[in-house]
């Protein structure tokens, strides 16, 4: 049986092609896409707890997992100071295994001991876990019995961050996919208004309120909101600005609810700021010389701010591995406004209703990979020998040590990288680590 196939979907044919077992490449439109189902080097869904926290400011994520699972979200998250956390781990140990009412006693007296101490909290999210003990327990359950028992002052939601089901970024996609079932229904006769979805820094949040005003949109949403109390009214008149590239099941879900999506690049840089914000205009049929004009100096301080990294930057050679599912745009960044050569782009998980406004602007000499078989991968990289290579963390240590150039694509999703005014400190995460080899070099 032939297990390497090269299907082309558009004329149904397939083509014996070298790759290892259970991998395809498939004809996507104009692009072949390596479909790669090999061992994997990613974070599991529960990081995305470490930016959602911060977001949502009277909301408590309580992961319901083992050591392991405490220990990951302390780690990432310990650099930062709280005087009050937003998270917290139930661990379920080997003794609730003894049977499942144990476990869900055990559950509702950790929720209640937590909302006892901090009456402040107003949306509980109920974080599920791959250890076997959580996998068992049904957290959808749990979360309807407490809901009852705490209703209506406080909203409890369940979602799993689960590294079986979940890697790094979908964990919000799964957080704000549950989060939409508690978005109240909008009036039938409801004005159309904007919600911008993804969580973004407050400053660049902002930011982006005051171009969507300054254009004339009238009612403008953020998903998730900073406050529980403030989840927006979804509708057929509601307009879906996605900020993110990773929140297909997201996505889903407001589209169930009538929500329609516009189709747009994501917000990085001059060009794809100018792109996501026109998605908007264009939807709400802004004149395009009054569009031109609110985005003129954001969009000219945005190119001021490219030239230098662009100086180090162009003509040089980068190599994505998989981990953020921002790969595909950040790769059109690099390309299109910073003169970079994308040579592979890996991404864990390619949806092309989203990613398609940016793949449509790669090279099709570039190499798009969806998944990871992560040995292959690294061969690759080697033969490619890229300038610069963004990886996770698990493998930005070898490859350095290789003498490789990395960057660690878990910054990308940490700093305040979205619209006109971060353009230039996105450029210069990219930069940054070729600045400082050639100083070493020297
Ligand atoms: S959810 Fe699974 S992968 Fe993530 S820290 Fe817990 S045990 Fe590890």
Redesign the pocket.
């Known amino acids: 049986m032939t297990r390497h196939l090269l299907l082309n979907r558009s004329a149904g044919v397939a083509v014996p092609e070298p790759q290892r077992a259970d991998d395809v490449t498939v004809q996507d439109g104009p692009r072949r896409v390596l479909k790669e189902r090999g061992q994997r080097e990613v974070f599991?869904g529960?990081t995305g707890i470490i930016w959602l926290h911060r977001k949502m400011q009277d909301a408590f994520f309580l992961v319901v997992?083992?050591r392991?699972?405490a220990h990951?979200i302390q780690s990432a998250a310990g650099v930062m100071v709280f005087a009050e956390p937003r998270f917290a781990t139930a661990i379920m140990e080997e003794r609730d295994l003894a049977g499942m009412a144990d476990a869900n006693e055990e559950l509702d007296r950790v929720v209640d001991q937590l909302l006892a101490r901090r009456p402040d909290i107003k949306l509980l999210f109920l974080v599920g876990?791959?250890?076997s003990e959580v996998i068992k327990l049904d957290l959808h359950r749990a979360a309807q019995r407490l809901s009852l028992k705490y209703a209506p002052a406080l909203k409890i939601v369940n979602y799993s961050?689960?590294?079986i089901e979940t890697t790094f970024t979908q964990g919000e996609d799964a957080c704000l996919a549950a989060l939409v079932a508690e978005a109240p229904e909008s009036a039938p006769d409801a004005a159309p208004s904007l919600l911008v979805v993804g969580a973004l820094p407050d400053i660049v949040e902002d930011q982006f309120r005051r171009l969507f005003a300054q254009l004339g949109i009238p009612k403008i949403d953020f998903f998730p909101p900073r406050r529980s109390g403030e989840i927006a009214a979804i509708g057929p008149n509601t307009r879906v600005l996605l900020a993110q590239p990773f929140l297909g099941d997201t996505a889903q879900k407001l589209a169930a609810r009538g929500a329609v999506r516009l189709s747009a690049p994501f917000p990085f840089g001059a060009e794809g700021t100018t792109a996501w914000l026109k998605a908007a205009a264009d939807a709400w049929r802004i004149p395009a010389p009054h569009f031109a004009r609110v985005v003129e100096s954001g969009r000219t301080r945005a190119k001021r701010a490219l030239e230098g990294p662009r100086e180090t930057l162009k003509g040089k050679r980068i190599f994505f591995f998989p981990d953020s599912q921002l790969e595909p745009s950040l790769a059109r960044f690099v390309t299109q406004e910073l003169g970079m050569i994308a040579v592979e782009v890996g991404t864990p998980y390619l949806n092309r209703d989203l990613a398609g406004p940016e793949l449509d602007q790669l090279d099709p000499e570039t190499r798009i990979v969806e998944g990871q078989d992560v040995d292959l991968q690294l061969d690759r990289c080697r033969a490619a020998k890229p300038d610069l290579i963004v990886c996770g963390l698990g493998l930005a240590n070898p490859l350095e040590a290789e003498g490789f150039t990395t960057k660690w694509s878990i910054e990308l999703v940490f700093s305040p990288v979205h619209g006109f005014d971060q353009a230039g400190d996105l450029a210069a995460l990219f930069a940054r680590p070729l600045v400082r080899q050639a100083r070493l070099k020297v």
């Open positions: 599991c529960l997992g083992s392991t699972c990951l876990s791959c250890p961050g689960s590294g």
